[in-house]
């Protein structure tokens, strides 16, 4: 029997395909909330991570977005203690290039034998024999572009990724990767309070490159008392946060937003966005009053 869409409220996000022949449900699920604090080691309660991750896929959350740097590693163990054996529709996405030596320290790396290297750890530590989303973190600004993504590319040829994806790069950098080797998507800073990278956004429309809009929910003064979102929250029996997703899942069809949490009353909350149908008149008016 096929689940009613209103237990599995995700799936009217709608579909998109990444790479071309990569499926997933639009609305996806970040994994770097489910670490400790400053994303550094084990979170305060374990059990509440993994009742999270399970209760995502149960929502009809079909993408999940990880790296080996959340913990680091942390992340990749709890998706796996939570969800292997893979449900044949889940894909999960990870990120190699970042190293971390404590909590909100970030060091980008990019020499290829370190990308290797983490490529093959991340397989290990989910649990696959091939990656269906593997992205650069960041591109380190130290070692040749072609040589980072030239061994992504070698990753793939020898069936560890299926798809490579960037990250935090502008439209230049998309063309030089591009001239490289083939790229399915790129994930940025973006939402309805902050979209400095609305040409990349663009970019991605024109040339059907999935876009994974990271930090998706923030609001900023837009959520205020008697701010812009006030009567159409109340129109739609809808929190800010939820309008904000609306919005990106309305903003492109190429759009992946990945909220992320700890809880799971959270991520309820965040997965019924998928539901909420914006106006014309809505959509226009949230986009002008940021």
């Not at 009809?60 to 913990?71: N, Q, R």
């Not at 990767?177 to 083939?182: D, E, M, N, P, V």
């Not at 990278?197 to 040339?207: F, G, K, Q, W």
Request: glycine letters at 8%; one cysteine or more.
């Amino acid at each position: 029997m096929a689940t009613n869409i209103s237990e599995q409220p995700a799936k009217a996000s709608g579909t998109y395909r990444i790479g071309g022949d990569v499926t997933v449900n639009r609305l996806g699920y970040g994994a770097m909330q489910i670490t400790g604090p400053g994303v550094w080691g084990d979170p305060k309660d374990p059990a509440e991570a993994v009742r999270v991750l399970r209760r995502a896929v149960e929502l009809g959350v079909t993408f999940i977005d990880t790296a080996d740097s959340y913990g680091p590693f942390v992340s990749e163990l709890l998706i796996r203690e939570a969800l292997h054996p893979y449900a044949d529709d889940l894909v999960i996405a990870t990120k190699g290039g970042f190293t971390r030596s404590g909590p909100g320290d970030w060091r980008v790396v990019g020499r290829p034998e370190y990308l290797r290297q983490q490529c093959e750890l991340s397989l290990r530590h989910l649990g696959l024999d091939s990656i269906p989303l593997y992205q650069l973190h960041r591109i380190d600004p130290q070692v040749p572009l072609a040589d980072q993504l030239g061994e992504l590319a070698l990753l793939q040829q020898e069936g560890k990724i299926q798809h490579i994806g960037l990250s935090e790069v502008s439209v230049a950098q998309i063309e030089e990767s591009r001239a490289i080797t083939t790229i399915a998507s790129v994930q940025n800073l973006y939402n309805l309070a902050n979209r400095s990278a609305e040409d990349v956004l663009e970019y991605c429309e024109r040339n059907d490159l999935a876009f994974i809009p990271w930090f998706p929910i923030a609001t900023g003064e837009l959520a205020r008392p008697g701010g812009p979102l006030d009567a159409i929250s109340t129109a739609h029996g809808a929190s800010p946060a939820q309008l904000a997703l609306a919005w990106l899942l309305r903003r492109s069809p190429v759009m992946l937003p990945i909220p992320g949490t700890s809880s799971v009353a959270h991520l309820e909350e965040n997965v019924s966005a998928a539901d909420v149908r914006l106006t014309d008149d809505e959509f226009e008016a949230l986009a002008k009053a940021s």
